[in-house]
């Protein structure tokens, strides 16, 4: 369950980035943090070594309001090295959502589903049910020429029933990590009867013909 902070009138989602190393997920939240900008705190993370670990705060630049307070999402993701399990559970205890990165590589599949079956047991060691806790799949590195068809990648790693929404993505480029993230926030928010969204605030007009307008934002539900 989200964390309810009276004091600063605010409910905290925790969203976890999970799946095997090196499949993105450090990309794809130093991605979303450029992506979603001014919205963003500070990304908290330690990039030396084989410890890559991210964690940022962020509140939709169009507030939602659940039950009175306002929703602030907590993004973080643990390295995938199996060395790491014990971090992971701990990572994933409280988490409101999960975006679970595959790597499309075809040599990583494996990895993949080994990294998909350690996250479904630190979520069951969490007493986390997948009927509280949302998952939705990023597909990543699609931009690679041997990809795997997402076909065979759903077939193997989407054993949910029903079976969740996936999202393709290019890390590196930023293709669809803000996607993937909606979709997760529509599912987490849709268990709370008392959402809303403040309406979008018409773009400025551009100064001149062709000139762009503010850049697209990021509509967490509406
Ligand atoms: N071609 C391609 N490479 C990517 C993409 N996303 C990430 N990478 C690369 O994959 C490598 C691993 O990315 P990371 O983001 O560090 O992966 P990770 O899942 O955080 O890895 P661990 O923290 O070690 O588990 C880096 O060299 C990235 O540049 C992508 O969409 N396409
Ligand atoms: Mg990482």
Redo the contacts with the bound molecule.
């Keep these: 369950m989200p964390v309810p902070d009276h004091a600063r009138s605010e409910v905290v989602f925790k969203i976890v980035y999970a799946?095997?190393?090196?499949?993105?997920?450090?990309?794809?939240l130093?991605g979303i943090h450029r992506l979603l900008g001014a919205g963003c705190e500070e990304a908290v993370g330690a990039e030396t070594g084989?410890d890559?670990?991210i964690v940022f705060g962020y509140r939709p630049p169009r507030p939602v309001t659940v039950r009175g307070l306002q929703a602030r999402f907590q993004m973080m993701?643990?390295?995938?090295?199996v060395h790491y399990a014990a971090t992971w559970q701990l990572a994933l205890r409280g988490a409101d959502g999960v975006v679970f990165?595959a790597d499309s590589d075809p040599a990583r599949l494996a990895d993949n589903a080994a990294a998909l079956k350690a996250t479904f047991l630190a979520m069951r060691q969490n007493r986390a049910t997948l009927d509280e806790v949302p998952v939705v799949f990023q597909f990543?590195?699609?931009?690679?020429p041997g990809a795997l068809p997402a076909g065979e990648l759903d077939r193997v790693l989407n054993v949910l029933q029903p079976k969740a929404p996936v999202v393709e993505?290019?890390?590196?480029?930023g293709e669809g990590l803000l996607g993937a993230l909606e979709v997760l926030s529509r599912q987490m928010l849709a268990r709370f009867g008392d959402v809303s969204v403040a309406p979008a605030q018409a773009p400025p007009m551009p100064a001149r013909e062709g000139e762009p307008v503010a850049p697209p934002e990021m509509a967490v539900a509406s």
């Design positions: 799946g095997a190393e090196g499949a993105g997920k450090t990309t794809t130093a084989s890559h670990t993701t643990v390295p995938g090295s990165v990543n590195k699609r931009d690679l993505t290019c890390a590196e480029s």
